[in-house]
């Protein structure tokens, strides 16, 4: 009676189905295109946040503006994200990518207006430097750039102690008699030095010291500003903004006189704050000799990786001919060298 059964059940039962191997695979394309799909959005995050910002001409609260500074270096993991969401199959990640693309592209544009070089004679050509010396640690380095760029209006950043008694003594006095040094603490200390008469210009506030004077250059009275905000720190956004915003009053209210403004902005063009300056009619040298993305900031990294945020800004009357930028070691910073002709 056994043995019929089971023959019974043998002659006329299915036979239990195997797992098909191609559920495992399936699961495991599965797995991967939602591990992709994650990917892509991780990677999308940290440059659409500051993408948004920029299109919205606002620079937001921190860490808005310390990702704005590096607003460029986010096309690689945008293209990135692009490929997690082809492989993930996500259309709408895939679109997402794409006007990220798309719009940090755009802005990679130069910002301000262009300029055309007058065929006359000018009154008169100026070398412009600026330099970030890290709280004087790159002295010896500065000195050596004096003697070999021989610039005529030189605007110092974080020049200590040290730096200004350098800066005082008959040896640079020789070259530069003209001197308004500010500040007393490392990072505070500013200098303006120039080998044209300089009068007493007002002193932009500020936490970090931003002298000014006026330059008598060829008979032409040309303003020279130092520039040195607080850097966008998450303890010190209200002074970055105020004292960018006090750069833009004072190239508002320049009127007439040829301006130039020098120095570490701690703000690159994707920053809102530092737009308003350049809307006021001044224009970035960089920009206008088409260097406006070589980085100067963080050195070592600097070129290529980085960010600009040291700038030579003129106004109209003045064109810039030639830039170069350059290491100062011991700085964190590149040295930026401009040749501009006056009008």
């Known amino acids: 009676m056994y043995t019929g059964e089971s023959q019974h059940r043998s002659r006329y039962a299915p036979d239990r189905v195997a797992p098909s191997p191609a559920r495992p695979a399936a699961r495991s394309r599965r797995g991967r295109r939602s591990f992709a799909a994650w990917l892509a959005v991780l990677l999308l995050i940290p440059g659409t946040v500051p993408a948004v910002a ?52 755009w802005f990679l544009q130069p910002y301000g207006s262009g300029q055309t070089v007058p065929s006359r004679e000018p009154s008169a050509q100026i070398r412009v430097l600026t330099a970030n010396l890290r709280f004087g640690e790159a002295m010896d380095a500065f000195l050596e750039a004096l003697r070999s760029h ?152 600097s070129p290529p990786l980085g960010a600009q945020i040291d700038h030579v800004l003129v106004s109209e009357g003045l064109t810039p001919v030639d830039a170069q930028f350059f290491e100062l070691s011991g700085s964190d910073h590149q040295a930026l060298l401009v040749d501009v002709r006056l009008y």
């Open 54 to 105: 920029r299109a919205m001409d606002v620079d937001g609260p921190t860490p808005v503006p310390q990702l704005l500074a590096f607003l460029p270096w986010f096309l690689a993991p945008g293209w990135l994200a692009l490929l997690a969401a082809v492989v993930a199959r996500r259309f709408l990640l895939v679109a997402w990518s794409l006007a990220l693309l798309g719009t940090t592209a």
């Open 150 to 301: 021989r610039p005529h209006l030189v605007s110092v950043q974080e020049c200590d102690s040290g730096c200004a008694r350098t800066l005082r003594s008959a040896e640079v006095r020789r070259t530069y008699p003209h001197q308004v040094i500010t500040g007393n603490e490392p990072a505070e200390g500013s200098a303006v030095l120039s080998v044209y008469p300089l009068a007493a210009g007002a002193r932009v506030p500020g936490e970090l010291s931003m002298p000014s004077a006026v330059a008598d250059v060829a008979g032409i009275d040309v303003r020279f500003q130092v520039a040195h905000p607080m850097p966008p720190m998450p303890d010190s956004m209200d002074s970055w903004r105020r004292e960018l915003g006090a750069l833009r009053a004072m190239a508002s209210g320049r009127g007439e006189t040829s301006t130039i403004m020098a120095g570490d902005f701690n703000a690159s063009q994707d920053h809102a704050a530092f737009r308003a300056i350049v809307d006021t009619g001044m224009r970035d040298s960089a920009r206008l000799l088409g260097r406006s993305r070589t980085p100067t900031w963080p050195v070592p990294f």
